[in-house]
């Protein structure tokens, strides 16, 4: 009987592990669900007492108004090609120095990568003075350019790709130099096409932190030609607190969702290589 019951522990063990990771995943999911809800709902049926998950009557109108009332093209246009680029600056600065840190010897290299890091401790906030004045006098206000230039090249990303570049065998460059490739091709030939793993992590985290920011384009959007999308959903949220008539719950809800589709298909398209590359650059929790 004693034995038995220590057979069937791990089984109880497990049972309840999988009871508090549904638990979990009900509560992590339930904003989600009632905001997918709320959106599908018509106004009057969002203000009824009656709490109700499943709309009772299912309409479109939220989505098709987001597009009427909205200069929603012009905000995911904008919030687009500030993720684009944004992304493709940093991934050539981060690589090439994460290269330098991981692959490269030269005096200062350890106190170098120490201040890198250092600066991951510096809030946006801190600095945002000082880069606004040089966006300004570069004239780069209200421009895609200048909300673009200070989000390349993370210290979080050089991080990550010195920490896989340095699990790359040394003998691979070495035997690209003796046949004669230079140090840019061993790069882009050898390095990069090897870290994939790594490059899609960055390539991830880069995209959400640019298409999620909210704070630098506020304070450099002037106008609908630079203005991205989450600065313009907070410009209709800020509608809820202006009488009974503009509460537009169910528009705010469809155009977050119209928001949050484009960062949910590529980490479904690349969520194979992301959990690779986390699990390879020494970033695990």
């Known amino acids: 009987m004693h034995g038995q019951f220590h057979r069937s522990t791990p089984g109880i063990i497990k049972l309840i592990l999988y009871l508090f990771m549904i638990i979990v995943t009900v509560f992590t999911l339930a904003p989600t669900a009632w905001m997918i809800s709320t959106s599908l709902k018509p106004k009057w049926e969002v203000f009824e007492s009656v709490v109700r998950w499943i709309p009772k009557t299912f309409t479109l109108d939220n989505y098709i108004r987001s597009f009427q009332l909205l200069p929603l093209f012009n905000w995911l246009s ?31 290299k350890s106190f170098l990568f120490t201040l890198v890091l250092i600066t991951v401790m510096v809030p946006i906030y801190s600095t ?19 909300i673009i230039l200070p989000q390349a090249a993370e210290a979080i990303g050089v991080f990550l790709l010195t920490q896989f570049f340095r ?88 155009t977050s969702i119209i928001a949050c589709l484009p960062i949910v298909v590529a980490f479904l398209f690349l969520q194979r290589r992301f959990i690779e590359g986390i699990s390879m650059t020494g970033i695990k929790g």
Not at 128 to 146: C, E, I, N, Q, S
Request: hydrophobic share 50%; net charge neutral; glycine share 6%.
């Open 78 to 108: 904008n919030s687009a090609v500030v993720a684009v680029f944004t992304l493709l600056l940093t991934l050539f600065c981060d690589i090439l120095v994460a290269y330098a840190f991981g692959k490269m010897e030269f005096r200062g």
């Open 128 to 146: 945002a003075v000082p880069m606004y004045k040089l966006t300004r006098w570069m004239g780069f206000m209200d421009t895609k350019t200048g």
């Open 167 to 254: 699990s790359i065998p040394r003998e691979l460059s070495e035997a690209a130099k003796i046949d004669g490739a230079s140090q840019w091709t061993i790069v882009w030939r050898v390095v990069v096409p090897l870290s994939v793993p790594a490059i899609t992590v960055l390539t991830i985290l880069t995209l959400a932190n640019s298409w999620n920011n909210f704070f630098w384009p506020l304070v450099i959007a002037q106008s609908n030609a630079s203005i991205t999308l989450p600065v313009g959903l907070s410009s209709v949220m800020s509608g809820v607190s202006e009488g009974a008539e503009a509460r537009e719950y169910g528009l705010i809800m469809a």
